[in-house]
Structure formats: structure tokens, C-alpha cells
């Protein structure tokens, strides 16, 4: 397992599995915890400690509201943490529409940052691990190079339009 992704509420299953999405399609190997850093302290403190001893080399933590994942489990590793900032839709929530949990996440505090993607982006967190693993790993590299081609081209043929 290279890469570990994080959420607080089995709610947000949905809004992380496009984290998962990009990890699986460039071939990297991960695992999901649901684990409220509020509700569950210990359970999150040994999970991060095996998937460290796992081999996993990044962690995905998405959250909403007070957003506290991403930031508790960075100042439990020197493992880079990708938060994604969710927005709060049940009952109670505030209705900031995510504004809440993103300065929660990108306001941590000196020595101890979180790399930040915007609200609900967990498919940009995918990315952003892949991109930190190619770093590492030769064929991770080749295909985020393979694939930004196909995106460059994509956007050179869509250039022209018929209107």
C-alpha cells in the first residue's frame, strides 16, 4: 500500500471516492479508513501508525466542519497529508458550505502543514498523490507524464470549434 485515504463519516464515501478513483487508475495501491478524529482519537492514532509500518507513503483526510482530520493526522506522521475540505450537508451543520472546513485545513499551524485541495476536490487530492509518488517511482512518473500529454492534446483539439 503506497497511499492511504482518510474520512471522518461513512457520508462522505461519495465525495472521497474520486480520490480513489485517480489512485486506481494510475495503479496505486490503497486503503480507506472511516475515522473520526473527534469520536475515535486512539483507533485514528494505531491506524495511522500501521499504515505507516504498511509502507503507505501519503494520506488523503478529507472532513467537513471543524475539518480536524487532516491536521490530527499530520501531527501524528512526517507522512505528506492531502486534506479535502468537504462541505456539510446534515442536519445542523452550519451551512458555510465548506468555507469552514477549508481554512480549518489550510490554516494549520507553523511546522505542521497539510497540502490543501479546494472543497470537494478529493479527485484533485488523487492527483496530487500520484504526482507526489511519481517522485519515487519511475512508472508512476511515466504514466502522470503519459496522461498530462493526453490532456494537452485533448485541449489543443478542442481548440478549434464550430459554432
Partial sequence: MKAAIFFGSK????????????LSEFGVEYKAYVISAHRAGELLRRTV??????GCEVIIAG?????ALPGVIAGMTVLPVIGVPLECLSAGSNGLGGIDALLSIVQMPPQIPVATVGIG???NAGYLAVQILALKYPELKEKLLAFRKKLADDAAGAMNADI
Avoid: F, P
Fill in 11 to 22: 457520508s462522505d464515501t461519495d465525495k472521497m471516492k474520486k480520490a480513489a478513483e485517480v
Fill in 63 to 67: 472532513a467537513g466542519l471543524a475539518a
Fill in 121 to 123: 476536490n478529493s479527485k
Fill in 49 to 54: 501508525a500501521q499504515v505507516e509500518s504498511d
